[in-house]
């Protein structure tokens, strides 16, 4: 079976009901930070895709057992010292940058050489933004100019560090969060804004850690070398998701959904606040506070009369596995929308501020770039009548399902390349899709 799809028909009115899966950014940090506890941790309704899996496979590599029941997955741990294998072991992260990245900042103390490797993709991302603070802890760290495969190898002379995290990356900053684990003393890290979840989770375990809140930057102070106990956690629905079916309602006629029990935490929200600048209807309802992460249902309707956005820079955190949707609504906005310093969209799976505009003027809409600011020239009556085809994207799972909603409510006549690649972070997107009327995949 081609491992493609076809589309030629846009998808009709719908009013439904939906779930998603579990948010795979909480999903990874709840397996690895399972593995660092003492004793059984439960964790419900965790995503079951590549990137978790292989994070599941990760720790079992590491001497850390875990079972799969029928509504959740048990992790045994050891504590911070808990890992034990054997030597010259190889960690496949698949084509995972969380599991990548984050795992690394839990082997600086490993006794024992590992290989860090990934897909070809992977292969292709920036390392040194990790390798180099996790140096400053001690650890001897190998890497092929910055990129994979990475050897680590741990010392038992660890040191807390500073660091100044300058760029926005949460996973850069969670990376020396979880070092900080196995330092002794107290590392203290100057970060740009970004994903919170990491700090929300060490708050909920019970870790201590200091938190201090400015306008740009956070502060934190975190004293290593404390074990913590095994947890149970419910993983809510992931906003990331969410966000495909958020901006299909709103180019579809007609159309209204409900997405229930999603994670709203403000640091991932981004796509909210910048849809409804751009006259979206986007609600929250049945707001509820879980292990200091907001959960609610969100509400949306489909819109006509949008309009551009000039995008604030501050919500460029808070959006940026979202863009590529984003896009698409600026695409039919009236007026032209800007969006500014997007350079961290090309150290995503793909190139995906590149690859964006070039699907971008593929069908039609103008963009102009100046280094990493794009203009969309939006065309709210654009209707698609041709024939188009998206492969060559290295597979990277939000652009496959981003063609996917272009596909469903621009028109047009679609081969989409790589449907495989969403099992990476989305398994049931088709599953869904079906559910809200679309025939043929």
Partial sequence: M????????????????IEVTGDKSLSIRCVLMASQAIGKSKIYNLLESEDVLNSLKAISKLGIQYRKYK?????????????????????????????????????????????????KSLAKRDFS????????????????????????LGSKFLRPI???ENIGSAQCKSSVMLASLKAPGITKIKAKKSRNHTELL??????PIKIIQKKNYDYFYLNGENNFKSFNYRIPGDISSCSFFLVLTILSDNSKLTIKNVNINKSRTGIVSILNKMNAKIKFKNIKSYKNEPVADILVESRKNLKAINCPKNLNSAAIDEFLVIFLVAAKAKGISIFRDLGELNQKESPRLDIAIKFLKMIGVKVSRKNNNIKIYGNPNLDLKGNYVMKHFRKDHRVFM??????LTFGGTWKIHDKDSINTS????????????????
């Fill in 71 to 119: 509504n959740y997955y048990e992790i045994y741990g050891f504590g911070i010292k808990g890992f034990h294998y054997k030597k010259n072991i190889k960690i496949n992260a698949g084509n995972s940058g969380t599991l990548a990245r984050l795992i690394l900042g839990l082997l600086i103390d490993a006794n024992k050489e590992l290989t860090l490797i990934g897909d």
């Fill in 2 to 17: 081609k491992n493609l799809i076809e589309i030629n028909s846009k998808i009709k009115t719908f009013d439904k009901n």
């Fill in 129 to 152: 933004r990790v390798t180099e603070p996790l140096r400053l802890f001690g650890a001897e760290i190998k890497s092929n100019n910055g990129k994979l495969p990475v050897k680590i």
């Fill in 162 to 164: 500073n660091y100044f």
């Fill in 426 to 441: 989305f398994p049931e997107f088709f599953k869904i899709i079906k559910v809200l009327g679309a025939k043929k995949f």
């Fill in 402 to 407: 981003m063609s996917c909603v272009a596909a």
């Fill in 202 to 207: 060490f708050k909920t375990l019970g870790l």
